[in-house]
């Protein structure tokens, strides 16, 4: 149907006016008082672009914990080789400046991890001054005009 109106059961039900990826049209139910899903609204563009932006950031959070286990795991064998000793074996002296660089790479891993958590936390504080400044613009503006 063009008008953007599915008939079912004996009511009427909004259709989103927007377009799949796939070509196909969309199955979504327009959002109050617009033509357009949350996905397809023009309107919400430059949301979804923030949270699809913040959502690639995020990804990296599990890549700290996999290094850490790589390190717990290094941190095992070179215990392991010391109590073993024989071939493999390592001296003590050997064996202590190896756990000083794990212990070192493993405060790396977590100030890495900090510093990306306080750049993502300065990203969406200056986003939200930003949308309060817009915000108190357009209400200057009403008042400006005597809306």
């Known amino acids: 149907m063009s008008d953007g109106v599915t008939r079912g059961r004996g009511y009427l039900m909004p259709k989103c006016s927007g377009i799949t990826q796939a070509g196909a049209a969309c199955k979504g139910i327009p959002t109050d008082g617009s033509q357009w899903c949350y996905a ?3 309107d919400h ?8 932006a913040r959502g690639g950031k995020r990804g990296g959070r599990g890549r700290p914990v996999a290094e850490l286990a790589a ?4 941190n095992a ?13 390592l001296a ?11 212990n070192a790479d ?16 300065v990203e969406r504080l200056e986003e939200l001054e930003t949308l309060v400044q817009q915000q ?12």
């Open 92 to 102: 003590p002296n050997v064996a202590a400046v190896a756990v000083q660089s794990l």
């Open 71 to 74: 390190l717990r795991s290094e």
């Open 40 to 42: 397809h609204d023009p």
């Open 136 to 147: 108190e613009e357009r209400q200057e503006g009403g008042r400006r005009w005597g809306a």
């Open 106 to 121: 493993a405060r790396l891993v977590v100030a890495a991890l900090k510093a990306r958590e306080q750049e993502e936390l």
């Open 77 to 89: 064998e070179i215990r392991r080789r010391l109590l073993e000793g024989g071939e493999e074996g």
């Open 45 to 52: 563009a430059q949301e979804r672009r923030r949270h699809g």
